[in-house]
């Protein structure tokens, strides 16, 4: 078993999202032998943490901004994570047309928490920032921007050309609609 297994597990068996906080005291009581690993004691030794409790957070924290597998919350201080999967159960498909709406509008909130983490992804990885992305998503929504930026007559953006030149595809809007469950929201023409 993974870390990733086991936050998927302690995340799966709640009823409700959960802060980084309550994933940290599960892992300690339920999956020990992820809590005071020997990275996390050469990281408290090297003072990059206060404490071990402090470097498992860490490690989750990481965990859930980088894995699409995990919603993050921010709107609730600390943020409340849950995972993404159960989007993917078959009485949550958009071509189900009994909760059609109720799906789309789940799969575009989270698909716009996705689009704004994409600047503070990029920015923490190149130290590009971009601004302008987020002002837009900001003002018109996640999906609402990236239907805009995909329109064929639009060509390259400059951010995905410069991520392009750094090697950081991965972190760009095109890459992010590409992804299941977000290719849902996009017609074969938006994806192509």
């Known amino acids: 078993m993974t870390f990733t297994d086991a936050v998927k597990e302690i995340l799966s068996s709640n009823t409700d ?9 599960r892992v300690e ?29 860490a490690q989750i924290y ?18 409340e994570i849950s995972l993404i999967n159960d989007i993917d159960e078959p009485n949550l498909v958009i ?3 009994e909760n059609e709406e109720r799906v789309k509008s789940d799969l575009e909130a989270k698909f716009h928490e996705e689009m704004l983490s994409i600047y503070y992804k990029c920015g923490r990885a190149t130290g590009y920032w971009p601004n302008r992305f987020l002002q837009k998503v900001r003002k ?5 921007a990236a239907k805009e930026w995909l329109k064929p007559e639009k060509g390259l953006s400059p951010g995905l050309q410069r991520l392009a030149r750094e090697n950081r595809i991965y972190l760009s809007m095109e890459a992010l609609v590409l992804e299941h469950p977000w290719n849902q929201l996009f017609t074969k023409g938006e994806v192509k």
Do not use: W
């Open 17 to 25: 999202a959960m802060t980084p906080q309550e994933i940290r005291e």
């Open 29 to 57: 009581t339920q999956y020990p032998k992820f809590y005071g690993t020997e990275s996390h004691i050469n990281n408290v030794e090297k003072g990059h943490y206060k404490d071990l409790n402090h470097a498992l957070l």
């Open 95 to 97: 071509e189900d047309f």
């Open 62 to 79: 990481s965990l859930v901004h980088t894995n699409v597998s995990f919603f993050c919350d921010k709107r609730h201080k600390p943020m």
């Open 140 to 144: 018109a929504g996640g999906l609402k």
